[in-house]
């Protein structure tokens, strides 16, 4: 994660901010984002709901480059990985 970004502002003027000053904290894990993805996840098991970082979203795109790389002309693989990701859906 870069230390700063810069950006413009509406009048066109240059303008740089940091981690720290977005987070209002110098501490890593608060600039970074650590200690809120870490707050979101246990927010949505409080809740019963589905994380925002949910690692359901990438099983698909895994299970279908998996079977890529065991043999990227097996029609059998690709139609296998086809239906897990039907089935996550």
Not at 11 to 23: E, R, S
Not at 29 to 58: P, V
Request: proline content about 3%; hydrophobic content about 40%.
């Amino acid at each position: 994660m870069p230390e700063s970004a810069g950006s413009w502002t509406s009048k066109g003027d240059p303008f740089v901010i940091t981690g720290a000053q977005l987070a209002n904290s110098r501490k890593e894990q608060d600039c970074e984002g650590t200690l809120h993805i870490h707050r979101e996840f246990l927010a949505a098991i409080a809740e019963g709901r589905h994380a925002l970082t949910s690692f359901r979203e990438c099983l698909g795109t895994m299970h279908l480059v998996e079977a890529l790389e065991r043999d990227p002309y097996s029609a059998a693989d690709r139609h296998a990985a086809k239906e897990r990701v039907a089935a996550l859906v």
